[in-house]
């Protein structure tokens, strides 16, 4: 039995078929992805509506105000933990809360402050520990959230960010905006809320109710743009969970900084220089426990080593960490977010740093004893004014 030879020319012009269908198969479906990928933006999904809402309210306050402000960046820790009118009150400039969440990373922040700072501002960043290993802690959080509500966020992307969103973009997340855009359910009118909206109840609102705690809501924000949760609110079940596991917050960061926050953070110093701004990078609040008990020195030696990382990398970091360390009950539901007296005192103590140069910029060692004393002291007022029971010993 004879085999029919097949020629050499005759397999190459095969393959080339071959090649140019598959590529052609995938440039259609790329381009039919790539368009479902657009399309979906602004669908109602799942994710911080309340945050988006809130947001109109701060970068309107931002808008309104002028120049010389001190501005809030960072997570939530400065969102819930903030007590501006104090801190106006200490310092004497006005301030304004542009502090969101932790979810939407430095890329977010970046956006915020570029719209927003003004020559003479005094940018003030109590970043907390995640941000520097990676710069948006939660990256399936960040997506799903500026695929929602956060389109002009995408716009301002470079191209490389860009595409960067969209290889790190799961298809079940597109698939999802899909199916939730074209579905015909009734819509939650908290996510088409529009901006004049959510001015016109919260002018409402502090003219009728004043400001107070109203939940994760917008209606929750106050005039500088904080939130602030009253003291007597009792801690949810899922605060003493958190705390009985424990956070090891800047004593787990060993060895480096991570290239994607010294990036972000060059941005923003390079923004500040440009706007004739100032930068004032600070710390988070922290409450003791088991993997953060700066009695124990261990703690203190890891937490010195991250003083030192940073004066490696030519950071200045401002203030006495243990000036924003305090006891659990002055905490609301995470161990990021004070409630209103837990504000009070860590404001209290930022803007003590801040208006005195001697203590402002944390060199060489930290002073851990005297720090602790002044914290204790603080505390134990609190309580006292507060009705509660002293620590156990």
Request: net charge neutral; aromatic share 12%.
């Amino acid at each position: 039995m004879a085999f029919k030879r097949i020629s050499a020319k005759s397999r190459n012009r095969h393959s080339a078929s071959f090649l140019a269908s598959t590529t052609g198969f995938i440039a259609i479906f790329l381009t039919i992805y790539i368009a479902a990928f657009l399309l979906q933006f602004g669908a109602p999904v799942s994710s911080l509506w309340w945050m988006r809402n809130a947001l109109y309210v701060k970068e309107h306050l931002a808008e309104q105000s002028e120049g010389g402000r001190l501005i809030i960046a960072s997570g939530s820790n400065g969102l819930l933990g903030i007590d501006s009118p104090l801190l106006e009150e200490r310092t004497g400039r006005p301030v304004i809360n542009l502090a969101t969440s932790s979810l939407l990373g430095m890329p977010y922040m970046v956006y915020l402050l570029e719209k927003h700072v003004k020559p003479g501002d005094k940018i003030v960043m109590p970043l907390e520990a995640d941000f520097y290993q990676k710069p948006i802690p939660f990256y399936a959080d960040y997506v799903n959230n500026i695929m929602a509500w956060g389109e002009a966020h995408w716009q301002s992307l470079t191209i490389q960010e860009k595409a960067w969103f969209f290889f790190n973009t799961s298809p079940w997340r597109v698939l999802e905006g899909l199916r939730t855009k074209l579905s015909n359910s009734e819509i939650n009118p908290l996510k088409t809320l529009t901006r004049e909206q959510a001015l016109n109840d919260m002018n409402r609102i502090w003219n009728d109710k004043g400001m107070g705690w109203r939940g994760y809501s917008y209606k929750s924000v106050n005039q500088n743009g904080d939130i602030l949760v009253d003291a007597g609110l009792s801690q949810p079940e899922s605060f003493r969970a958190e705390f009985e596991w424990g956070r090891p917050y800047y004593t787990k960061i060993e060895g480096r900084l991570s290239d994607g926050f010294l990036f972000y953070y060059e941005r923003i110093q390079a923004l500040a220089a440009e706007r004739d701004a100032e930068l004032f990078l600070t710390w988070s609040v922290t409450t003791k426990n088991r993997f953060f008990d700066l009695d124990k020195k261990p703690r203190r030696r890891k937490l010195q080593k991250f003083v030192d990382l940073l004066q490696e990398n030519n950071i200045p970091i401002n203030c006495n960490p243990i000036h924003f360390h305090f006891s659990p009950e002055f905490f609301f539901d995470t161990m990021h977010h004070l409630n209103a007296k837990g504000a009070q005192l860590r404001t209290e103590n930022l803007a003590s740093c801040m208006l005195s140069e001697d203590q402002s910029v944390l060199t060489g060692k930290i002073d851990f004893e005297s720090g602790f004393a002044k914290v204790q002291a603080q505390e134990a007022i609190a309580r006292k004014e507060l009705g509660l029971p002293a620590p156990a010993q």
